[in-house]
């Protein structure tokens, strides 16, 4: 049994978030659809993490078991073709028998963009939160300072999670500021 990892690139717009649910389609049911589809086999795709409804990623890992036969390095290619557009594989690859992808992952880096202007988005939209007031950085910047460091985050999970623990490290917050102009 070949245990294969995929990064993956994905637009969430359109989807629930990450873990498969009831109330929609999920980016893990477009994966695991694709992958049986591809090997024939009914399986289970392991994220590295959930992701909230319309939430994007770049460099998302996740792996699945399968017995296929198909060459590692197919995988990537084949999938893109089953896949939509707005969920690409950027590689496949196969590693250890115990890795997973949650359980193994090392970081996460989280990227939030606000567009402040006086009017929303119209080209992009989907990728910035809109608003209008005007934002005081440095404010920003020295709140954003507490967070970095070792902290419990309990008062923001779910009261049916099972997670165990809620301790997490924040290594480094960056907040600036920079003016874009496409012509």
């Known amino acids: ?17 990450w873990q498969k649910q009831k109330n929609g389609i ?22 590295c993490s959930r992701t909230d409804a319309g939430v994007h990623a770049r460099n998302y890992v996740c792996n ?19 896949l939509p557009e707005d969920i690409v594989a950027l590689k496949s690859e196969e590693v ?4 997973h ?44 300072s507490y967070l970095i460091g070792k902290h419990d985050f309990s008062a923001f999970k779910n009261s049916n999670s099972k997670v165990i623990s809620n301790v997490r490290t924040i290594f480094d917050i960056s907040i600036f500021s920079r003016f874009i102009c496409l012509l």
């Open 1 to 17: 049994m070949k245990n294969i990892k995929l990064t993956l690139e994905f637009d969430g717009s359109r989807y629930v978030g």
């Open 26 to 47: 999920s980016v893990q049911q477009k994966i695991n659809e694709a992958v049986v589809k591809l090997t024939g086999e009914k399986c289970h795709v392991a994220g």
């Open 64 to 82: 699945f078991k399968t017995e296929s036969e198909i060459p590692v390095d197919k995988i990537r290619l084949a999938l893109n073709n089953i």
């Open 96 to 99: 250890q028998e115990n890795f």
């Open 101 to 144: 992808a949650r359980y193994n992952a090392k970081s996460k880096k989280y990227i939030y963009t606000i567009c402040n202007r006086e009017v929303p988005l119209a080209l992009g939209r989907q990728y910035a939160y809109s608003f209008r007031k005007k934002l005081n950085l440095d404010k920003m910047v020295q709140a954003s």
